[in-house]
């Protein structure tokens, strides 16, 4: 069963292959017009459509039908974005107009006062860009990733962030038991952590989020407290003329006894929903958060 799966992978991964190959005797601009509208059209017809729509109108419930439909059309166009970009992304990095960035002073001013922090943001634009990013404006970062059930699309999108870093100082580690003893052995060697906080994690706490009650990550707040690390919001969105744009928001503390990690989480949900009310069209609906 496991080698008939393998031979699956194997196969879904060729056919990726074949078609990046077809796409690159077209402009990048053309060819991320095929692949967003194809992500788009293929998406309509997945069980993932009706998750996504759901969501969405949890978040918008003064929303008809026909603008949920438009917001996750566009969410499906964006994911199909990110997944040609991810083809070039180490050339995406070094294209400044491609990523507009926002809230430069904040890095400058953590890189003077000379303290390590935590970095977050969420799946909105394209979130691939955000460790090549911190990388290149000097932090060395560690972030925790979710591996892909294929072998072979996981090799490939983990190539491919590495490939994108300009140092050998930052990295990315797998989630779970590994990814827990690399990030602390990375923060007590002067190193920063990214983290991508709005998918449910079912070891998590129960935080309210666009009004419900939410399994959510707060491991890292306990880390911040510890080792007194600011932590610096990450806007992260995809502009209508298709260039990204991240922005750097003013630092958070979390040193206070009183301020209970579950609250401070609290704080960031409701940075995170802003981010989205302003940019539904974004956000990657299609993950069961709400479930």
Same mark, same amino acid.
């Given at each position: 069963?496991?080698?008939?799966?393998?031979?699956?992978?194997?196969?879904?991964?060729?056919?990726?292959?074949i078609?990046?190959?077809?796409?690159?005797?077209f402009s990048?601009?053309?060819?991320?017009?095929?692949? !967003?509208?194809?992500?788009?059209?293929?998406?309509? &017809?997945? @069980?993932?459509?009706?998750?996504?729509? %759901? *969501?969405c /109108?949890i978040?918008?419930?003064?929303?008809?039908?026909?603008?949920?439909?438009?917001?996750?059309?566009?969410?499906?166009?964006?994911?199909?974005?990110?997944?040609?970009?991810?083809?070039?992304?180490?050339?995406?990095?070094?294209?400044?107009n491609?990523?507009?960035?926002?809230?430069?002073?904040?890095?400058?001013?953590?890189?003077?006062?000379?303290?390590?922090?935590?970095?977050?943001?969420?799946?909105?634009?394209?979130?691939?860009?955000?460790?090549?990013?911190?990388?290149?404006?000097?932090?060395k970062?560690?972030?925790?990733?979710?591996?892909?059930?294929?072998?072979?699309?996981?090799?490939?999108?983990?190539?491919?962030?590495?490939?994108?870093?300009?140092?050998?100082? !930052?990295?990315?580690?797998?989630?779970?038991?590994? &990814?827990a @003893?690399?990030?602390?052995?990375?923060? %007590? *060697?002067? /190193?920063?952590i990214?983290?991508?906080?709005?998918q449910?994690?079912?070891?998590?706490?129960?935080?309210?989020?666009?009004?419900?009650?939410i399994?959510?990550?707060?491991?890292?707040?306990?880390?911040?407290?510890?080792?007194?690390?600011?932590?610096?919001?990450?806007?992260?969105?995809?502009?209508?003329d298709?260039?990204?744009?991240?922005?750097?928001?003013?630092?958070?503390?979390?040193?206070?006894?009183?301020?209970?990690?579950?609250?401070?989480?609290?704080?960031?949900?409701?940075?995170?929903?802003?981010?989205?009310?302003?940019?539904?069209?974004?956000?990657?609906w299609?993950?069961?958060?709400?479930?």
């Open positions: 069963m496991k080698f008939l799966v393998l031979i699956r992978y194997f196969i879904e991964f060729l056919l990726f292959k078609v990046f190959f077809l796409l690159s005797f990048k601009k053309i060819a991320s017009i095929i692949v !967003s509208n194809s992500f788009m059209f293929l998406g309509r &017809s997945s @069980k993932y459509n009706k998750i996504a729509k %759901n *969501n /109108k978040v918008f419930s003064n929303f008809n039908d026909i603008e949920i439909t438009n917001i996750i059309n566009s969410s499906w166009k964006n994911l199909g974005k990110n997944i040609y970009e991810l083809n070039y992304l180490s050339q995406l990095i070094d294209d400044d491609a990523i507009k960035i926002k809230g430069l002073e904040k890095l400058e001013k953590v890189k003077k006062e000379n303290t390590q922090v935590i970095f977050f943001s969420i799946h909105s634009g394209n979130w691939e860009i955000c460790v090549p990013i911190l990388d290149k404006y000097g932090f970062v560690g972030a925790i990733y979710r591996h892909i059930n294929n072998i072979y699309f996981d090799k490939y999108v983990f190539r491919k962030r590495v490939n994108a870093l300009k140092t050998k100082e !930052s990295f990315y580690t797998p989630k779970g038991k590994i &990814s @003893k690399e990030i602390l052995e990375g923060v %007590n *060697n002067k /190193k920063n990214f983290l991508l906080v709005d449910k994690d079912s070891a998590g706490a129960l935080i309210n989020f666009f009004g419900k009650k399994k959510t990550q707060t491991g890292f707040l306990k880390i911040a407290r510890k080792y007194n690390l600011k932590i610096i919001p990450m806007k992260n969105i995809r502009l209508p298709n260039t990204l744009q991240i922005t750097f928001e003013e630092p958070l503390n979390h040193n206070k006894n009183d301020i209970s990690d579950d609250e401070k989480m609290l704080e960031i949900n409701t940075i995170v929903e802003r981010w989205i009310r302003e940019n539904p069209e974004n956000w990657f299609q993950h069961k958060r709400f479930s």
